[in-house]
């Protein structure tokens, strides 16, 4: 059946012109349009500058967040060139700011290294600014151009003068609100991104400024990324004083690892190239762990630790409580993704695999004590995953996708399809009762927890694995753990964490997120992740009900002025709520808030769950005192 007022001849191809494409489809270049969008254009521009520090020609970047919402990145590299580009007839300035995949990242010699997106970077940011200034010193003058949304409103002019060793080029731009769901940077996250690549970055300066909250930091570690991996441990237990290090360059390919282990069971890797956090890691990562499986087993052979009959010990038994930074630096780094989260040069696993297994060898060798101490933790590790092993099992055979094997006190819904489903978790007997009457039974399940979950940042796998609430939990999302997580297999596409609005409901969900981010982080990266919303409070004048979720709401209306008298209940657990006014409030997806749970920065994610919920007290201790006056919710 055709439409005959349909014609799709050569006049229905559109072609979107320069950077019109950019502004068109956003989130195909910078990932989305909400608040990592929004960092995103800052890390591109700031990593040009990091560009200029790799290549030997800068050693300080500033960068502004004004109270405008305008941002403004400033380095003292040779500044951005401005002469005439010959195939184009216009300045390299204009041409580098208005045209995708312009830059000195091409084979020119402009770069030996370079994280940024591959040249789009500086006019992406461009395209998404309601304006753009960029001032350029170099060669004793000082040049200028302004863009509106991508397109140049004057010509690149001379506007000055300076000295020939005043250098550098200043960007600054306000985001396009047009685009951006709003401007509200988070520097907590930026500074986290800033300290990063100053780790790795041995003798560069960052100097932030938010002049929003009058934040004032400045970032420079001597040690790279050894610094790196003692700001890691810094609450941890270390089974080295000093972390092992290596850098070497092989094939054109700059490899540099820096080692500790703890006397803790989480694996904390975190992996770089060319200065960017590939969090899915990729070849380099590949290498890096076939070394050490392979440097450890081999000297446990050598030295009488491994016995004959002994089988190997495997990469996750070599792993725990592993602190380590891999970072790579290429001339063509190839990245799966526009955002580049893993790295895809086959030719560098086996680099990075021969310079950390020899270096790491030697390392062993000439350690013995520490040698000895780092085997004893991998050989216990190694009998705590065999009895890991027979729980996970004893886990799985009860047949995650087999309805009549799930746990008995879920609650599952008549849905099949995982895409249309969510699944509840629900603290204590008496909510999971209001949730399950209150529920829409065709997709919603319910899974009602008894008390508090196992900490799993101090358990080993294997204990965890006994937790029959843990256990209940793994069985009804079918997808298993840690390395055999399987995407494909969960069985609820919105996971929604409901707790109580109180002090033990907040530390309920804190274990739970633990659970999660150490064993389940596919979840999370993937969005199936969030926390319900219910309400704090329950007012009522008449026929006329509000339910409010802060105390300045529940303040601005009985301040309204209109003489009422108000009813107020205080909800402090989900079981106080009937299951009509449950449904009403956090299960019915037309009224209900839910939080998405993300992963912004692993690193930062990383140190967050290892100082709440870890072993060492007085990082826990020095936390509660920084921020006891913030505390707005106390049970007493």
Known sequence: MTNSTTRYDASAIQVL????????????????????GLHHLIYEIVDNSVDEALAGYCDRIEVTIHRDGSVRVWDDGRGIPVDIHPKVGKSALEVIMTTLHAG???????????????????????????????????????????????????????????????????????????????????SDVLLQRFREVAYLTSGLTIHFVDERTDLDMTFYFEGGIVSFVRHLNRTKEVLQPQPFYV???????????????????????????????????????????????????????????????????????VREGLTAIISVMLPEPQFEGQTKTKLGNAEVAGIVQSIVYESFTSYLEEHPAIARRIIEKCLTAARAREAARKARELVQRKGALDTFSLPGKLADCTERDPAKAELYIVEGDSAGGSAKQGRDRRFQAVLPLRGKILNVEKARLDRMLHNEEIRALITALGTGIGDQYDRSKLRYHRVILMTDADVDGAHIRTLLLTFFFRYLEGLIIDGHLYIAQPPLYRLQSGKEVHYVYSDEERDAILNRGDGKTWDIQRYKGLGEMNPEQLWETTMDPARRTLLQVTIEDAVRADETFNMLMGSAVPPRKRFIQAHAREVRNLDI
């Open 17 to 36: 012109e320069g950077l019109e494409a950019v502004r068109r489809r956003p989130g195909m270049y910078i990932g989305s349009t909400d608040i990592r």
């Open 104 to 186: 000195g990242k091409f084979g020119g010699g402009g770069y030996k290294v370079s994280g940024g997106l591959h040249g789009v970077g500086a006019s992406v940011v461009n395209a998404l600014s309601e304006w753009l200034e960029v001032t350029v010193r170099r060669d004793g003058k000082i040049y200028h151009q302004r863009y509106e949304r991508g397109v140049p409103v004057t010509p690149v002019e001379t506007i000055g003068e300076t000295t020939p060793d005043d250098h550098g080029t200043e960007t600054v731009f306000l985001p396009d609100r047009l685009i951006f769901r709003s401007l509200d940077y988070q």
């Open 247 to 317: 850098k070497r360059e092989q094939n054109g390919c700059l490899v540099e690892v820096a080692i500790q282990y703890t006397d803790g069971y989480a694996e904390s890797t975190h992996a770089f190239a060319n200065n960017i956090n590939t969090i899915d890691g990729g070849t380099h990562v590949t290498g890096f762990k076939a070394a050490l499986t392979r440097a450890i087993n081999e000297y446990a052979r050598r030295h009488g630790l491994l016995k004959e009959n002994d089988p190997n010990l495997s990469g996750e038994d």
